[in-house]
Structure formats: C-alpha cells, structure tokens
C-alpha cells in the first residue's frame, strides 16, 4: 500500500471511530473524501477534503468538522503536524522516517513499485490502430497506437486484465479498391505497360510485391477475366499480405496485439443479425424513414423505409440506420455488432480512435449502452494527427507509401524509444507537432533526452562510485538527508497516486509528465555539485553521505524505469 493509500486508510477509521462516538452520523457518503499532496508543498506533506465533504449531509460546520478530525489525525503516529486552512481543508506534514521508509519501499518493491490492484477482477478491452488494411502503417496511425499500447500496459500495471485488440476493417468498399489495385500491378508483373495508377486506385510501390506474387502463382490465368471471377481472391490476398505488412510495423514500435477480429468474419457469423435481434426484442430498432437531408435536399433524395436504431434514447441526436436501402449493414450497424461481440468478455470496453472519427462517437456509445443494458463502461479517447516536421519545414511524402509517409521510415530514423515518448508527450486530443530535428535534440526541452539523461546519469554513479571507494560503502543511512534529499524522496512516493490516476482517466501522458518533471528535480538536485564539491552524489571522503545519496539516486532510477517501462521505452545506460 502506497503512503497516501496508507493515510487514506488511516482517515477512514478514525472516521470510522467518529461515528462510534457520536461525532458523525452513521451512512456518510465518503467517497469524495481525497487524501492528496496539496497545490503548494509549503502547505504540508498531504491534504484532506474530507471536513468540505462531510460538514454539509452531516448538519455541521467544515471549520467544526475540521477541528475534530484534527484532534485525531494528530494522535496517528505517521502524524508530525496538523493545520487546517481556509474554510476547513486540513494539511498533513508526516514524520520524517515515513519518508524514509518509503525510500526504503521503491527498493524493495523494484520494478513492481506502483504497481496497483485497483483494477483486479476487472477485464478491460482495448481497441486500438485498426487501421485499414490497405497499406502500410503511416504517421497518421502512429500516435493512436502508441497511445493505446501505453494505456493497455498502465491498465495492466493498475492490476486490469487486458485484451489488447485490432478490428480488421475487411467488409467494406475500399478492399475491394485495394483487390483491384493489386490487379494492376498483377497484370505489370506479367509484362503489361499499366502506365500512372488510375485514379481511385491505390498507388503505392507496396503492391508491387503482391501483384507478383500473384502473377507468379496463377500465372495470365485472370489477366482478362471479368471481375467477379478474381475480386474475392484477390482481396483476401491483399488483404493478407497487408497485415503481415501492418504486423511488422506495429512490431518496429514493440506493438503486438492479443486478438486480430476481422469485420468480414464477424458478417459471416451472422452477428449483425443476432445484435439487430436483441435490439428488437428490446425496441430498440425500428423500421423508419428518416428525415430528408438539412439544408437543400439533393434532387434524387427519396425517403425508404430503413431499420433504425433508437440511439435518441440514449444521447445522440437522432436514430442510426444499420442497414442501407439495398439490404447491406450500413458502417454502424457492423460496428455495433462488433462492440455487442466484444462486450460478451470484457467489463469495461475503450476505443482508441482518430479525431476525424468525432462526429460517431455518440452513436457508438448508445449503441454500448443498448446493448449492455448500461452494465459495460465504454470510453472512446480520440487522438488528434500529428503534423511532421524537419527543423520546422513539413516533410514530403513517401515515394513508396504513395501519399504519406511511413511509421517505419520515421522509426528508423529516430528510433522506436524517441517516437514512442513523443507521442506520449501532449495529452491525446491536443494537436502535436513531430520535428525530426527537435525529437533528437540534446536539451532540456526535449523530454525525451532530458529524460533518458537523467536516468543515465545515475547508471553512471554505480561505475564511478567503485573508483572512488574501492572497499565499498557503509550501510545506508537516511537520517543523513537534507530538505532537498527529503523533497525528492516525496516525488517519488507519488508515483503510485499518478499511475491510479492516470488509469483511471485513461491517459498515460501523465506518466510523460510525471517522468519528466521529476528528471528536472533530479538534474537540479544534481547541479547543486557544480559548484559545491559537498553537494555531490559520491563525496571523497564521505562514505556514509555518498552511500546515502546514491541509494536516493538509485530509487529515482528504479521509478524513471518503471515509468518509462508503463510508456514502452527502454532506460538508457549511457548516451551517445
């Protein structure tokens, strides 16, 4: 249990005590009651709210309440001082050998110090990429699946049981535009001068290889055939080859999923039908016309009568077809039943999705809530596109990839480590700019490097720290901190309060975030030896000082590892 878990816990019974004799009535709603670090660490070590929470429902004054819960929070023995300010917050300063102890924690815990059993029992699918199986990975799905593969191993490490999962988008009309962009480079393997790439095709040199493959295998055999003969194979081909080329892109950024679902599949075992079912037996779907178009209305608009789903029900601001006038589901209808599919095995579901996928989310998240009767927490987060740069100028495009640039092109350039923390670096919905020129730079305003500097700076400690004493260390002595050793120390202990929150939110930039302000604690803890020789970690001729500092350097270093381990990046040892 964390140090603010473990005050929490404390609050809590000698609230508990309260009730007993008579100083609080029984049944309070405390589930707002937060034990937290305050705004300005000069206000204390922690702070409660639980007098502001508890004073109204319980008919008293949040200055009375607050004098009472003072009195007792100063009897605990993790207690050195009490204050309440304002109108009745209450701040903490603990004793110093909490802090102590809660060195002594990271190090026994390891690489499991924050690790939390806040989501046990609670399984979790994560969506996310699912790019369409038209090509290869390109910068536009990078920061989706990087944001996503860091929130499903921050889940994990909250103590969710994870289900990593990519949705193959196979059913609809632009696999059948990448069959027939593979027929041409199929009938150019054979000898035929196909000449520009037609537009509505898909250009990229990426066929090339697939249409051989093809040519090589069923020889002129559909070079003339009409399309109905060779769409289906050539699609299922295609769309083979791309997901072995979209599986290793994702693999370049450590990115392996648990479970591949395929749209076409999920059509061919019917569960469009079992979800438009069941919604029916609830009336929830309908047969409807819906409302003519807003603003003029397109001359060869008709109104059909189509099943509609009543997604006004539940927030959205009109019912969803799922079916279009021919009889095929419309795009919502198939993702509706692929959700209902996932909702069968996960308590909670969460989509990682572009932000130009904004305007269907309310329909989505009606659709969850229909069909789980409300029973399945389903968030959607979406990821704003990332604009590249090379020292300020945007980037051109790839000749391969056709009209983009691709995720392994720029992964092998900066590395997997460098993009993989920058995409971590803003919050997923704020716009961000990649520079190339800037992403590698060796400066305090890259959070990669200053980073990845702090944590190699302390790797650096353990080979110099034998040269200077040879015979070793004494014991670690921790009474031998000053107010900045102690400062950091309570940096560090937040840690498990920032990976709860952040899972809880869903938003592993707050590890980023947290990481790098605490390389900026570090490094300016670690510049005060500039110039005061006596500053330094290792001090000649101050064994027990130098052993002390360096079992503090040692926790940040565990704490840096672990969150850059939550982010998927590796700890440096050294920079090059």
Not at 122 to 127: D, K, R, S
Not at 137 to 154: E, F, I, P, Q, T
Not at 499 to 513: K, L, Q, S, W, Y
Not at 541 to 561: C, E, F, N, Y
Request: proline share 5%; hydrophobic share 45%.
């Amino acid at each position: 249990m964390n140090i603010f878990a473990r005050i929490a816990a404390a609050l809590d019974g000698l609230l508990n005590d309260m009730v007993q004799a008579g100083e609080l009535p029984a049944g309070l709603n405390r589930a707002a009651v937060t034990v937290e670090p305050p705004r300005d660490p000069a206000h204390g070590d922690m702070a409660t709210n639980a007098a502001m929470v508890l004073a109204k429902p319980a008919g008293t004054n949040p200055r009375a309440l607050a004098e009472l819960i003072a009195t007792r929070l100063r009897a605990l023995p993790d207690v050195e001082a009490v204050e309440i300010a304002g109108p009745g917050f209450i701040n903490l300063r603990l004793v110093r050998t909490c802090w102590e102890a809660e060195l002594a924690a990271v190090h026994e815990a390891g690489e499991n110090y924050g690790r939390s059993t806040m989501g046990e029992g609670v399984n979790v699918n994560i969506e996310y990429v699912s790019a369409n199986p038209t090509g290869p990975m390109h910068m536009g799905h990078c920061r989706g699946a990087v944001v996503g593969d860091a929130l499903a191993s921050l889940l994990q490490f909250a103590g969710h049981q994870v289900t990593r999962e990519y949705y193959i988008n196979d059913a609809g009309g632009q696999v059948d535009v990448l069959a027939r962009s593979v027929h041409l480079r199929y009938r150019e393997a054979l000898g035929e001068e196909v000449g520009e790439v037609p537009e509505g095709l898909y250009p990229g040199a990426y066929l090339v290889p697939v249409g051989h493959q093809l040519a090589t295998h069923y020889g002129s055999r559909f070079v003339d055939a009409p399309e109905n003969e060779w769409l289906a194979l050539f699609r299922e081909t295609a769309v083979a080859q791309m997901m072995d080329m979209i599986r290793a892109d994702l693999a370049l950024l450590g990115i392996h999923h648990d479970v591949f679902s395929s749209e076409a599949a999920l059509q061919a075992a019917g569960k469009p039908e079992e979800a438009e079912q069941w919604l029916r037996e609830h009336d929830l779907v309908y047969d409807g016309v819906l409302e003519a178009p807003k603003g003029e209305t397109p001359e060869d608009w008709e109104p059909v009568e189509l099943p509609l789903f009543r997604s006004t029900k539940f927030g959205d601001d009109q019912d969803r077809p799922i079916k279009k006038s021919n009889g095929s589901w419309t795009y919502f209808g198939a993702d509706m039943a692929y959700h209902f599919q996932k909702a069968q095995t996960a308590d909670q579901l969460i989509d990682i999705w572009g932000a130009d996928h904004a305007g269907t989310v309310k329909r989505i998240q009606a659709a969850v809530a229909a069909l789980t009767e409300g029973k399945v927490r389903f968030d959607v987060k979406l990821v704003q596109m990332v604009r590249l740069l090379r020292d300020g100028e945007p980037v051109k495009m790839s000749k391969r990839a056709g009209n983009f640039v691709t995720l392994a092109d720029v992964v092998n350039e900066v590395g997997k480590d460098v993009v993989r923390f920058t995409m971590l670096t803003r919050k997923a919905d704020a716009q961000m700019d990649f520079d190339f020129a800037k992403v590698v730079e060796a400066s305090k305003d890259n959070p990669v490097f200053y980073v990845q500097y702090a944590h190699a700076r302390i790797a650096s400690l353990g080979r110099r720290v034998q040269e200077t004493f040879p015979d070793g260390l004494p014991a670690v002595d921790s009474t031998l901190f000053g107010p900045e050793e102690l400062d950091l120390v309570k940096q560090l202990a937040t840690f498990p309060r920032v990976v709860e929150a952040a899972a809880n939110a869903r938003e592993p930039h707050r590890i980023a975030f947290y990481l790098y302000d605490l390389a900026a604690s570090f490094h300016g803890w670690w510049n005060l030896g500039n110039d005061q020789p006596e500053r330094r970690v290792i001090v000649a001729g101050d064994p027990a000082l130098t052993a002390a500092r360096l079992h503090l350097s040692a926790g940040i270093g565990q704490v840096i590892r672990n969150g850059l381990a939550l982010m998927g990046v590796k700890a440096l040892e050294e920079m090059n």
